[in-house]
C-alpha cells in the first residue's frame, strides 16, 4: 500500500529546480509531504487535500491530482538547506487516518 | 511546542529478548503511529492507533503488537526480537484532522 515515488535519488546544484513525484494505487484522501535530514526526525512540510489545490511553502510548493491519484512536490531556486530525504505520506478514504509513506527521495544540492 | 517522544534513542537486546519501545506524546492527538526506517524502503507503517484501546495494523505487522492504554502513550512489543528487527523506529502522532503529523527522534534498535 505504499505509495511510489520518483526519482529515489536527485543531485542538484545551487538555484536549480527539481521535482519529486508521487503516485497511489488507491484513491486517496490527502498526500503529506515531509522532509528528514540525517540522524533527524521527519519535519512536515505541507498537506494537500481533495480538490487539486496546490501549496507553498517558501520556494516549496506541491499539486495534488486527484484523478491520477498523483502529488507532485516543485523545488525552485534549490538552495543547500533543502538537501535531505523527501518523502510522501498519503492517506486513503475511510482508513481511520492510517497514514503510509513512500520509500523516499534522496536530494542532495551541492554549491 | 508538540513533543512525541521516544524512550530510547538506541537499544541493543538479544535474540528472543521480549523489548518494548514507548512513546509518549503530549499534544492530546487521536491518532499514534509506529513506523520502521530501513534504507531504500522509506517509512514502513507497523501499526496505528485512533483511539485508546483502538490499533489496526499497518503494511508490516508480523513480529510485532502494540499496546494503547492511555491516550498519550503508545507502545511498540516485540514478543521476541529477531535480528531482521534491527532497525530504526519512529513513532508519530496526529490529531483526528487532517494536518500534521509528529515524529519522535527514532529508537536505533540492534538486535544481536
Known amino acids: 500500500q505504499q505509495p511510489v515515488q520518483s526519482p529515489q535519488a536527485v543531485i542538484l546544484r545551487e538555484g536549480e529546480d527539481a521535482v519529486i513525484n508521487c503516485s497511489s494505487s488507491?484513491?486517496?484522501?490527502?498526500v503529506h509531504w515531509y522532509r528528514q535530514k540525517h540522524g533527524e526526525a521527519p519535519v512536515f512540510l505541507m498537506i494537500?487535500?481533495?480538490?487539486?489545490e496546490q501549496k507553498g511553502h517558501e520556494k516549496i510548493s506541491a499539486s495534488f491530482n486527484e484523478k491520477k491519484q498523483q502529488s507532485s512536490l516543485y523545488l525552485t531556486a534549490s538552495q543547500l538547506s533543502y538537501s535531505g530525504t523527501y518523502f510522501c505520506?498519503?492517506?486513503?478514504?475511510?482508513?481511520?487516518?492510517?497514514?503510509?509513506f513512500g520509500s523516499g527521495t534522496q536530494l542532495t544540492v551541492l554549491p | 511546542d508538540v513533543k512525541v517522544t521516544q524512550s530510547s534513542r538506541y537499544l541493543v537486546k538479544r535474540t528472543g529478548e521480549k523489548v518494548f519501545l514507548e512513546c509518549v506524546q503530549d499534544?492530546?492527538?487521536?491518532?499514534m503511529f509506529w513506523y520502521r526506517q530501513d534504507p531504500g524502503l522509506g517509512l514502513r507503517l507497523i501499526y496505528f492507533?485512533?483511539?485508546?484501546?483502538?490499533?489496526e495494523k499497518g503494511d508490516i505487522p508480523e513480529g510485532y503488537s502494540v499496546s494503547r492504554e492511555k491516550k498519550e502513550r503508545f507502545s511498540l512489543i516485540l514478543e521476541s526480537a529477531s535480528t531482521n528487527q534491527t532497525s530504526m523506529y519512529l513513532c508519530?502522532?496526529?490529531?483526528?484532522?487532517?494536518?500534521?503529523?509528529?515524529f519522535g527522534q527514532g529508537t536505533r534498535l540492534t538486535v544481536v
Open positions: 508519530a502522532s496526529s490529531p483526528s484532522m487532517p494536518t500534521e503529523a509528529f
Open positions: 488507491k484513491a486517496l484522501y490527502s
Open positions: 494537500l487535500l481533495k480538490g487539486g
Open positions: 505520506g498519503t492517506e486513503i478514504p475511510g482508513s481511520a487516518r492510517q497514514l503510509t
Open positions: 499534544m492530546d492527538h487521536e491518532n
Open positions: 492507533s485512533y483511539d485508546v484501546k483502538m490499533k
